[in-house]
């Protein structure tokens, strides 16, 4: 076989999810201040958009934060005032540690515990890399 033939065979063989160029994008906090608590409306759904579980998404942003906080219904309530672009940060930065793949750059991938460790395993490339456990 010749090279053409055998990168056609490549692509035809290769998941839908790595050839799509669609671009990934994080939905903004939508939210407001009651008294000196913060009010997430939209928590549960930011979570769900990124495929991560909201209680390691809330473990992160509560210890970025430094603030108490629970999710009640789909809403996330911190108990101090914290500005949605501070949150929106907060967010880009777990997407950048625990979402986005380092080899293909996708965000198809699965957080895993192996043994003591957190393991990121990219679904498009198939690569694996142990993440900073940062929570």
């Known amino acids: 076989m010749d090279y053409e033939k055998?990168?056609?065979?490549t692509y035809k063989n290769m998941?839908?999810?790595v050839l799509e160029?669609?671009?990934f994008e994080i939905p903004?906090?939508?939210?407001?201040?009651?008294?000196n608590r913060?009010?997430?409306?939209?928590?549960?759904?930011i979570?769900?958009?990124?495929?991560?579980?909201?209680?390691?998404?809330l473990k992160f942003i509560?210890?970025?934060?430094?603030?108490?906080?629970?999710?009640?219904?789909?809403?996330?309530?911190?108990?101090?005032k914290v500005s949605a672009s501070k949150i929106n940060d907060k967010i880009k930065r777990y997407v950048i540690d625990f979402v986005i793949?380092?080899?293909?750059?996708?965000?198809d991938s699965k957080l895993v515990k192996e043994g003591q460790f957190l393991c990121l395993h990219c679904q498009a490339c198939g690569s694996k890399k142990i993440v900073k456990s940062k929570i």
């Open 6 to 9: 055998l990168l056609k065979n």
């Open 15 to 17: 998941p839908t999810s």
């Open 21 to 23: 160029r669609e671009r």
């Open 28 to 35: 903004p906090v939508k939210g407001h201040i009651q008294g």
């Open 38 to 45: 913060t009010i997430i409306s939209n928590f549960v759904q």
């Open 47 to 57: 979570a769900d958009k990124i495929r991560r579980d909201p209680e390691h998404l």
């Open 62 to 80: 509560l210890k970025e934060l430094a603030t108490p906080g629970v999710i009640r219904r789909s809403e996330l309530i911190l108990g101090t």
């Open 101 to 107: 793949c380092n080899e293909c750059g996708k965000p």
